[in-house]
C-alpha cells in the first residue's frame, strides 16, 4: 500500500511530466533482500484484546556476524512510518546512500532489519479479514512485537542501531524507554517526543473522520473502497507532506501542479485500504514520551527538518528535551529547494555524515 510515509516520499520525488524535463531518475539497484514471517501466538494488546496469532513481516539485508559470545553483534533495525513498509527503505533515496560498499550501513558489515509493523505491509492487519474488529494497537504494541521479533524471532540480545522514519521516529523514543539496554545507538527521523496533539492531531483526526463519514464506508464493513472518504485523507496526506520550496521549484506553473497533485491523489487512493488506514492513525494516540526521557541511555541523534509541517521548526520542545537527554545530539536540517518536507527524513543524503557520527561515537 502506499502510505502517507510513501506518499510523502513520491509526491516529492519525481516531477510530472508537464513540469520542466531534469535528469533521468537512476535506476533502483537490485539489493540482495531475504523475507520472512514470525508469528507472535496469544499476543494480548494494550487494548485488552488478544490475537491468536500475529504475523510479522520482515525483509533483511547482509548477514549477522557474531561475537566471542556468540551473539550477534551487527543488527540494524529501520522502522518505517504510518502506513508504510519495510520496503520503503529500499528506495534509492535511502538504500543507495546507506547500504552500499564502504557506505554507513554496508550490508557486508551489518545485518539490515526492515520489519513491517502491526497493521502495515506483510504483517497482520485489519483488511486481513476482522475488520473493524481487529485488535486495537499502539506504538507500545509495535515496539514489543517488533522485540519479539528481534529476540524470539531472529535471537537478538541487543541492537547496534535502531531508527527510524516519522511513526518509526516516535517508536525509536519508545524503544528508548521500553528497553533502554537493548539499542547501542538511537536515531530518529522526523518526530518530537511528545504527546500527539495540536495540529498534528488535529489533521491525522480529520482523515479518520473523513473516511468514516463517507457513507460506502458501512461501519467498516464495505464490499467496495470509499473513495469519498479515502480522497480526503489522500488530499491531508499530500498537504502535510509538501514542501513549498521544493514543489515550487518542480511545479513552477498552474498546469503542472494540478495535474501532478491528481495523479498523486488517484494513485494514492489506488492503494490504500480504509480500515487499515484508521488503524493506522488512530494508533498514535497513546503516544507520549515525554515524561520518561530520563529513561533514554542510549547515544541518540535525532534529526527533524526545517520545512516539515507536522514537526514544525518553531517547536521548543527539542531545545527542553535536550536539557534531560544528555546523550542526545539534536540537528534541524535546513529548509531548501532540495529537502522534501516531513519526507526528508527518507533522503540520507541530508543526515549521512549524522549517522557516521552516532555510529563512532557509539561504538563499545
Known amino acids: 500500500m502506499i502510505s502517507l510515509a510513501l506518499a510523502m516520499l513520491a509526491l516529492q520525488a519525481t516531477p510530472a511530466a508537464a513540469a520542466p524535463a531534469g535528469p533521468a531518475p537512476a535506476a533502483a539497484t537490485k539489493w540482495p533482500t531475504r523475507e520472512g514471517d514470525f508469528t507472535v501466538r496469544n499476543f494480548r494488546f494494550r487494548s485488552g484484546e488478544t490475537?491468536?496469532?500475529?504475523?510479522l513481516h520482515y525483509t533483511t539485508l547482509g548477514s549477522p556476524h557474531r561475537n566471542a559470545q556468540g551473539e550477534i553483534d551487527n543488527a540494524v533495525m529501520v522502522i518505517h512510518g504510518?502506513?508504510?513498509?519495510?520496503?520503503?527503505?529500499?528506495?534509492?533515496?535511502?538504500?543507495?546512500?546507506?547500504?552500499?560498499?564502504?557506505?554507513?550501513?554496508?550490508?557486508?558489515?551489518?545485518?539490515?532489519?526492515?520489519?513491517?509493523?502491526?497493521?502495515?505491509?506483510?504483517?497482520?492487519k485489519p483488511s486481513d479479514g476482522l475488520r473493524m474488529k481487529f485488535p486495537h494497537y499502539d506504538y507500545d504494541d509495535m515496539v514489543e512485537l517488533q522485540h519479539r521479533l528481534l529476540t524470539d524471532g531472529l535471537g537478538i540480545k541487543r541492537m547496534r542501531l535502531i531508527m527510524g522514519t516519522s511513526?518509526?521516529?516516535?517508536?525509536?523514543?519508545?524503544?528508548?524507554?521500553?528497553?533502554?539496554?537493548?539499542?547501542?545507538?538511537?536515531?530518529?527521523?522526523?518526530c518530537e517526543p511528545v504527546e500527539i496533539a495540536g495540529l498534528n492531531r488535529m489533521w491525522?483526526?480529520?482523515?479518520?473522520?473523513?473516511?468514516?463519514?463517507?457513507?460506502?464506508?458501512?461501519?467498516?464493513?464495505?464490499?467496495?473502497?470509499?473513495?469519498?472518504?479515502?480522497?480526503?485523507?489522500?488530499?491531508i496526506s499530500t498537504i502535510v507532506g509538501g514542501a513549498p520550496l521544493n514543489l515550487q521549484k518542480l511545479y513552477p506553473d498552474k498546469d503542472a501542479a494540478i495535474a501532478y497533485v491528481r495523479e498523486r491523489v488517484e494513485a494514492d487512493i489506488a492503494s490504500r485500504d480504509a480500515n487499515d488506514m484508521i488503524y493506522q492513525f488512530e494508533s498514535s494516540k497513546t503516544y507520549n514520551p515525554w515524561p520518561d526521557l530520563e529513561k533514554i541511555k542510549a547515544p541518540m541523534t535525532w534529526i527533524n527538518s526545517a520545512d516539515d509541517f507536522i514537526n514544525p521548526r518553531?517547536?521548543?520542545?527539542?531545545?527542553?528535551?535536550?536539557?534531560?537527554?544528555?546523550n542526545t545530539r539534536f540537528r534541524l536540517i535546513p529548509e531548501s529547494t532540495e529537502t522534501?518536507?516531513?519526507?526528508?527524513?527518507?533522503w540520507a543524503k541530508f543526515w549521512k555524515q549524522d549517522l557516521i557520527d552516532l555510529l563512532a561515537r557509539s561504538e563499545r
Not at 552500499?100 to 497493521?119: A, E, H, M, S, T
Not at 473522520?209 to 457513507?215: A, K, L, R
Not at 522534501?340 to 527518507?346: F, K, R, V
Request: include cysteine; charged fraction near 15%; hydrophobic fraction near 35%.
Open 204 to 235: 491525522r483526526q480529520l482523515i479518520v473522520d473523513g473516511i468514516e463519514s463517507d457513507p460506502a464506508w458501512m461501519n467498516g464493513n464495505y464490499t467496495s473502497q470509499p473513495i469519498q472518504g479515502l480522497r480526503t485523507a489522500a488530499s
Open 51 to 55: 490475537l491468536p496469532e500475529v504475523r
Open 167 to 190: 511513526m518509526g521516529c516516535m517508536q525509536s523514543f519508545v524503544w528508548g524507554e521500553m528497553y533502554p539496554d537493548f539499542p547501542q545507538a538511537l536515531l530518529p527521523l522526523a
Open 340 to 346: 522534501h518536507g516531513h519526507g526528508t527524513h527518507s
Open 314 to 326: 518553531n517547536f521548543t520542545f527539542p531545545q527542553e528535551a535536550l536539557k534531560r537527554m544528555p
Open 82 to 124: 504510518t502506513g508504510g513498509s519495510g520496503k520503503q527503505f529500499l528506495r534509492p533515496q535511502f538504500a543507495d546512500e546507506l547500504y552500499g560498499p564502504g557506505q554507513p550501513l554496508d550490508i557486508k558489515r551489518y545485518f539490515i532489519i526492515l520489519p513491517d509493523n502491526v497493521g502495515h505491509g506483510g504483517s497482520s
